[in-house]
Structure formats: C-alpha cells, structure tokens
C-alpha cells in the first residue's frame, strides 16, 4: 500500500509543479482548444507473461497522469508528458506461488487529433517514448523479487468528446512495450502490456 501511495503522490506533485511551470511561462490557461490542460487515466491492463500451463496472468490495472498542451503551430497536434503505474498479478504453479508484477514509466507523448468527428467524438492517434521501471515481487518468498529498467514506449488510438466547458473524456487502447523482466534466470514478461483505459483532462 505504501508503494501504491507513494505513486499517487509522485503524480500528484507532477502535475503540480509542470503545472505551475506552464502558467509562469504564460500559457493560456482559457482555452480548452489551444492551450494546456492536465488529466488522469485508467483502466484494466493486461500483461503478457510467458505462455505456460504453470503460469496465471490475473486482469491488472495502469493508472496514470499527463500533462500536456496543443501546439497551435500544428492543428490536432498535442505534447504530453506521461506518468503511469501499471500493476498486474501473476499465479505460478496453480497459485503455490505468487507474484506482484508492476511497471511505472515516464514518457513523453505525440498526440494527433484526426481532421474529422464521429458525432461527438474526436479520434485521436498517439505514440510515446520513455524510460521504465518493471518489478516483480514474491508475495510469499520475501527475498525473492527481480527489477529490470530501460527505454519504454507505447502506441495508441481513442476518441475524445467535451462533457463541459473546458472538460474532456475518452475511452482508449494502448500498446505499452516496457523492459523484459526476468525471475529465477527465466523470462516471467517480455515487457509488452494491452490496456483498455478511461480518460479525464481539464483545460488549464
């Protein structure tokens, strides 16, 4: 629980200070078009783990925060910069064995709204490039817990439509590709992750 906490907060303080930093810069904070705008994400993910008959990968969840603003330069074109947390658990032997499998990542996000709408909805394109930090923990051997870190990214498609001024909600896939992690000399994960999320942003 502390772990899940100290994410919360790390997000928290994210947003806050990239936030700040914006206004101070003079970003409009009056346009839900043009300027820039914080959100949050969610949603269930799924984790790809090494196909065997010994092996149990449970539904997980990512859960996340962006900050980002429109390049008015470009039309549709949007910057963001991403944290997430991804948690997925994993059965091992018929659940003699138990392992908490998760990965949090910064990354830095290209996102292209679509030139057309489908009723009220905006689809989008997006692709991102980052670093992340997978582990794996034994629930019930204390010692027993494997790391891994490098360069991640991701790619993803959604639609977006305005709820009220200045508020934005989406549904969405990603395709998140994150280190290999290893346990015991074996490969427990390929680092590759499916997500079906929920997304907030707030015009700042």
Not at 20 to 32: I, P, Y
């Amino acid at each position: 629980m502390k772990k899940y906490l100290a994410t919360v907060a790390a997000m928290a303080l994210f947003l806050t200070s990239t936030s700040v930093a914006m206004a101070d810069e003079g970003t409009s904070s009056s346009s839900a078009v043009n300027g820039a705008y914080v959100g949050v994400l969610g949603g269930a993910n799924w984790d790809d783990v090494i196909s065997s008959p010994y092996v149990d990968n449970k539904t997980g969840y990512v859960i996340g925060a962006v900050v980002g603003t429109h390049v008015r330069a470009v039309p549709g074109l949007r910057l963001e910069a991403e944290l997430s947390d991804r948690l997925n658990e994993v059965d091992l032997c018929g659940g003699y064995l138990t392992a908490d499998h998760e990965t949090v990542a910064l990354m830095g996000n290209v996102v292209y709204d679509l030139p057309v709408k489908v009723g009220p909805f905006q689809p989008y394109a997006l692709a991102g490039l980052g670093w992340a930090q997978s582990t794996a923990t034994f629930e019930d051997v204390s010692i027993a817990r494997a790391e891994a870190s490098g360069v991640a990214w991701q790619l993803g498609a959604g639609v977006n439509t305005e709820i009220a001024e200045g508020i934005t909600a989406g549904v969405g896939y990603r395709y998140f590709q994150g280190p290999e992690i290893e346990v015991f000399g074996n490969e427990l994960s390929d680092g590759s992750n499916h997500a079906v999320l929920a997304t907030v942003n707030f015009a700042l």
